[in-house]
C-alpha cells in the first residue's frame, strides 16, 4: 500500500520540537488507517481476497457457502441427481424420478437462480465441481452427474434416454466401484482417446485436434505431482456416477484447485471441458485408461446380463451428434 506518510530529515532550526510533534501525529495517523485497512479490506485489490479477475467481472475463487441443498435431520441422503442444465432447459421429465435433484442454471448469474455457478465455464464441468465444493460436506451417499436434457446422442440405451440409465443404474455397483461412467460402449473415448506424453514430446502442430494439443500440459497444471500418462482411454461424455467416499479420498482443497483452473483458464470451454470429461475417471480412482469390457459393463452397471452379440452391438448406435428431429416418436424411437 503506498501511503502518503514519507517525510524528509528534520533539519536544525528553533522549530524542531514543532516539527517533531508533527511527525509523531503523522505517525499515528499512519498507523491507524493502516490498522483500518486491515480490519476491514476495503481497498484490497480482488486477487488479494481470494477472488479472480476475468473480463473485468470478480469471481469468487474459494467460497465456502452453506449447502444449497441439506441432507436429512438424522442422516445424508442415499442418493443425489446433479444436473447441468441452462435457464430455458425443461427439466419436468427429471420430477418424475424418486431421487433428489441439484438443477444448477449455468447461464444464469448469481442470485439469480436457485442453484448456479461463479461464472459459465467448461460447460457440465464447473457445475460439477461447484456442488462438490459446496456439498463437500453434506454429500449423499451416491451422486449421479447428468446433463439437463433427457434425450441425448450419448445416452447409453436404445431410446437415448437419460430416465432409462437413471432408473437402470444399479447402486450396489457404484458403492463398490466408487466411480462409475454411464456409458458401456466403446464406441468414443475406448480404448484410447489421447497421447498425452507423445503430444508433450513431439509438441505436433495438430490444429484439427486442440484438447491433444492442450492435454498434456494442463495435466501437469492439475496433476503437477503426477507423470504425464501415455495413454488416457475412458467412455465418453462427461456423466457418472460417483460415491461419497470416493469423493472424499481427495480433500476439498483438491477441487477447489480444479475449478480455479477453470475459471482462469484461457482454453475455449469446450477444450477445456473435454480436458476434464477425459479425467474425471482418474480424479475419482481410476487408471488413465478405464475402459471395462462393454458386456461385463452392462452386466454391472444396468443389469444387462446375458446379452446376446446382436442385443450387445444394438445397445448403443450413432446417429449423429443430434438426434432426429421429434425423437423419440413412433417411427424413430
Same mark, same amino acid.
Given at each position: 500500500?503506498?501511503?502518503?506518510?514519507?517525510?524528509?530529515?528534520?533539519?536544525?532550526?528553533?522549530?524542531?520540537?514543532?516539527?517533531?510533534?508533527?511527525?509523531?501525529?503523522?505517525?499515528?495517523?499512519?498507523?491507524?488507517?493502516?490498522?483500518?485497512?486491515?480490519?476491514?479490506? =476495503? +481497498? *484490497?485489490?480482488?486477487?488479494?481476497?481470494?477472488?479472480? $479477475?476475468?473480463?473485468?467481472?470478480? #469471481? &469468487?475463487?474459494?467460497?465456502?457457502?452453506?449447502?444449497?441443498?441439506?441432507?436429512?435431520?438424522?442422516?445424508?441422503?442415499?442418493?443425489?441427481?446433479?444436473?447441468?442444465?441452462?435457464?430455458?432447459?425443461?427439466?419436468?421429465?427429471?420430477?418424475?424420478?424418486?431421487?433428489?435433484?441439484?438443477?444448477?442454471?449455468?447461464?444464469?448469474?448469481?442470485?439469480?437462480?436457485?442453484?448456479?455457478?461463479?461464472?459459465?465455464?467448461?460447460?457440465?464441468?464447473?457445475?460439477?465441481?461447484?456442488?462438490?465444493?459446496?456439498?463437500?460436506?453434506?454429500?449423499?451417499?451416491?451422486?449421479?452427474?447428468?446433463?439437463?436434457?433427457?434425450?441425448?446422442?450419448?445416452?447409453?440405451?436404445?431410446?437415448?434416454?437419460? =430416465? +432409462? *440409465?437413471?432408473?437402470?443404474?444399479?447402486?450396489?455397483? $457404484?458403492?463398490?466401484?466408487?466411480? #462409475? &461412467?454411464?456409458?458401456?460402449?466403446?464406441?468414443?473415448?475406448?480404448?484410447?482417446?489421447?497421447?498425452?506424453?507423445?503430444?508433450?514430446?513431439?509438441?505436433?502442430?495438430?490444429?484439427?485436434?486442440?484438447?491433444?494439443?492442450?492435454?498434456?500440459?494442463?495435466?501437469?497444471?492439475?496433476?503437477?505431482?503426477?507423470?504425464?500418462?501415455?495413454?488416457?482411454?475412458?467412455?465418453?461424455?462427461?456423466?457418472?456416477?460417483?460415491?461419497?467416499?470416493?469423493?472424499?479420498?481427495?480433500?476439498?482443497?483438491?477441487?477447489?484447485?480444479?475449478?480455479?483452473?477453470?475459471?482462469?483458464?484461457?482454453?475455449?470451454?469446450?477444450?477445456?471441458?473435454?480436458?476434464?470429461?477425459?479425467?474425471?475417471?482418474?480424479?475419482?480412482?481410476?487408471?488413465?485408461?478405464?475402459?471395462?469390457?462393454?458386456?461385463?459393463?452392462?452386466?454391472?452397471?444396468?443389469?444387462?446380463?446375458?446379452?446376446?452379440?446382436?442385443?450387445?452391438?444394438?445397445?448403443?448406435?450413432?446417429?449423429?451428434?443430434?438426434?432426429?428431429?421429434?425423437?423419440?416418436?413412433?417411427?424413430?424411437?
Amino acid at each position: 500500500m503506498n501511503w502518503p506518510c514519507r517525510s524528509s530529515r528534520p533539519g536544525h532550526s528553533p522549530g524542531r520540537g514543532r516539527i517533531f510533534i508533527f511527525l509523531a501525529l503523522a505517525a499515528a495517523f499512519c498507523m491507524l488507517s493502516y490498522q483500518l485497512v486491515l480490519n476491514h479490506g =476495503s +481497498i *484490497s485489490r480482488p486477487e488479494e481476497q481470494g477472488f479472480v $479477475v476475468i473480463d473485468n467481472v470478480v #469471481v &469468487n475463487g474459494d467460497p465456502d457457502p452453506a449447502p444449497t441443498i441439506l441432507p436429512g435431520e438424522n442422516e445424508p441422503r442415499e442418493k443425489e441427481l446433479v444436473f447441468a442444465a441452462m435457464r430455458d432447459s425443461n427439466m419436468t421429465w427429471a420430477e418424475e424420478l424418486s431421487w433428489p435433484m441439484n438443477v444448477y442454471r449455468a447461464d444464469v448469474p448469481p442470485g439469480e437462480a436457485d442453484l448456479t455457478v461463479p461464472i459459465n465455464k467448461g460447460n457440465e464441468a464447473m457445475v460439477y465441481l461447484t456442488y462438490l465444493i459446496d456439498r463437500y460436506a453434506s454429500l449423499p451417499e451416491i451422486i449421479v452427474f447428468l446433463h439437463g436434457k433427457r434425450y441425448q446422442w450419448h445416452n447409453d440405451n436404445e431410446r437415448y434416454d437419460s =430416465s +432409462i *440409465s437413471i432408473k437402470n443404474l444399479n447402486l450396489d455397483f $457404484v458403492r463398490e466401484a466408487g466411480y #462409475v &461412467n454411464l456409458r458401456c460402449t466403446w464406441a468414443i473415448g475406448c480404448p484410447a482417446e489421447l497421447e498425452p506424453a507423445r503430444y508433450l514430446r513431439d509438441r505436433p502442430d495438430d490444429q484439427g485436434h486442440p484438447t491433444a494439443v492442450a492435454y498434456p500440459d494442463q495435466f501437469r497444471l492439475l496433476f503437477p505431482d503426477t507423470p504425464v500418462p501415455e495413454v488416457v482411454g475412458a467412455p465418453c461424455c462427461s456423466q457418472f456416477s460417483v460415491s461419497r467416499a470416493q469423493v472424499h479420498r481427495r480433500p476439498k482443497s483438491d477441487y477447489k484447485r480444479y475449478r480455479q483452473w477453470l475459471v482462469q483458464t484461457k482454453l475455449t470451454n469446450d477444450v477445456s471441458g473435454r480436458i476434464l470429461e477425459y479425467t474425471w475417471h482418474m480424479i475419482f480412482g481410476k487408471d488413465p485408461v478405464y475402459c471395462p469390457m462393454p458386456r461385463e459393463s452392462y452386466c454391472k452397471t444396468y443389469g444387462l446380463c446375458n446379452m446376446t452379440d446382436y442385443e450387445l452391438q444394438n445397445q448403443w448406435i450413432w446417429r449423429g451428434l443430434v438426434l432426429p428431429d421429434g425423437w423419440p416418436d413412433e417411427t424413430g424411437g
